[in-house]
């Protein structure tokens, strides 16, 4: 079974930064890193995805609301990842879930590509 963990949610003020991480242990089978991603479910919608990066590191991938804002470098550990949210916004508020799986994620944006998920951290961004 593979766990993924994320940590650094929190209370901000609409405007500010926080940072997020997530790391993946347990079997994996593979010898390099996951793709991972960053999905996110605010307080009565549906998951939306938030930030994607390949095995490689060489393709990172954004939804439009959060580019510019947001980027989401590999940690220096195998299998972490990070989430760097600058300027954030209220309706931003939400569970933030990493994701992952092994290499060959197709469609970086469709939750269903990804078999391990973590519990979630919350993300409060006050008005």
């Known amino acids: 079974q593979v766990h993924m963990v994320e940590s650094g949610g929190g209370l901000v003020h609409a405007g500010g930064s926080l940072t997020l991480s997530c790391t993946a242990s347990?079997?994996?089978?593979?010898?390099?890193?996951?793709?991972m991603a960053w999905f996110r479910q605010a307080p009565g919608k549906g998951r939306e995805p938030v930030a994607a990066i390949t095995w490689t590191g060489g393709s990172t991938y954004y939804v439009p609301s959060v580019k510019g804002r947001f980027t989401i470098p590999r940690g220096d550990a195998k299998n972490t990842v990070n989430l760097q949210m600058n300027r954030l916004k209220p309706e931003e508020t939400a569970v933030y879930y990493c994701a992952g799986d092994l290499p060959g994620v197709s469609v970086w944006d469709d939750e269903d590509e990804y078999d391990y998920w973590g519990q979630g951290t919350l993300v409060t961004v006050s008005s």
């Open positions: 347990g079997q994996i089978y593979n010898d390099f890193d996951l793709e």
